[in-house]
């Protein structure tokens, strides 16, 4: 049983091993790669993201549908928001009453929405990698966020340059 149980997480691992770069290629073929510092101000109707690149900044976006952004992992600070072409360890959006935020974690860390002002919300758990949380925002006014980065058991190390990003993201609803 022992020997069932080492070779199926052997598999994960290997699985693992392979997706996330395969993962990492297909998307930059896709979405390219810079290493520019950028702020990018959008309009982004329906966006999706599972990027991985080096920008570092922030953006503004507003839409009339719901959103998302994807924490992402590179090798220079560990991780980065993306909200399809940028990706930034600051994020503002504006977002309009009853509107909602789908947060997607690509990286290879769970990671835990803490809010630090603004209306209060209820928030989900710590997400695991391809996890997603979905926020409601439902009262006007600015709300602020961060993320805590937890370890994740049976990941693989992956070296980084640097400290950890300290992700940010400021959502005014108006």
């Given at each position: 049983m022992k020997g069932l149980k080492a070779l199926g997480i052997g598999f994960g691992v290997v699985g693992l091993l392979f997706a996330v770069p395969a993962a990492a290629i297909a998307l930059l073929l896709t979405v390219g790669h810079d290493n520019q510092s950028t702020t990018a101000n959008t309009t982004m109707p329906g966006m999706s993201?599972?990027?991985?690149?080096?920008?570092?900044?922030?953006?503004?976006?507003t839409s009339a549908v719901a959103d998302q952004l994807t924490i992402v992992h590179v090798q220079?600070?560990?991780?980065?928001?993306?909200n399809g072409t940028a990706q930034m360890t600051t994020m503002r959006l504006t977002m309009k009453p009853g509107q909602m935020l789908r947060i997607m974690?690509?990286?290879l860390d769970m990671h835990r929405v803490m809010q630090l002002s603004g209306p209060a919300m209820m928030l989900g758990g710590a997400m695991k990698t391809g996890q997603t949380q979905s926020l409601s925002f439902t009262n006007p006014g600015t709300y602020k966020f961060d993320t805590k980065s937890l370890p994740m058991k049976g990941m693989p190390e992956a070296e980084t340059i640097g400290p950890d990003n300290m992700l940010r993201l400021t959502v005014i609803v108006a």
């Open positions: 993201s599972t990027g991985m690149g080096g920008m570092t900044g922030s953006a503004t976006q220079k600070g560990c991780h980065l928001w993306s974690n690509q990286d």
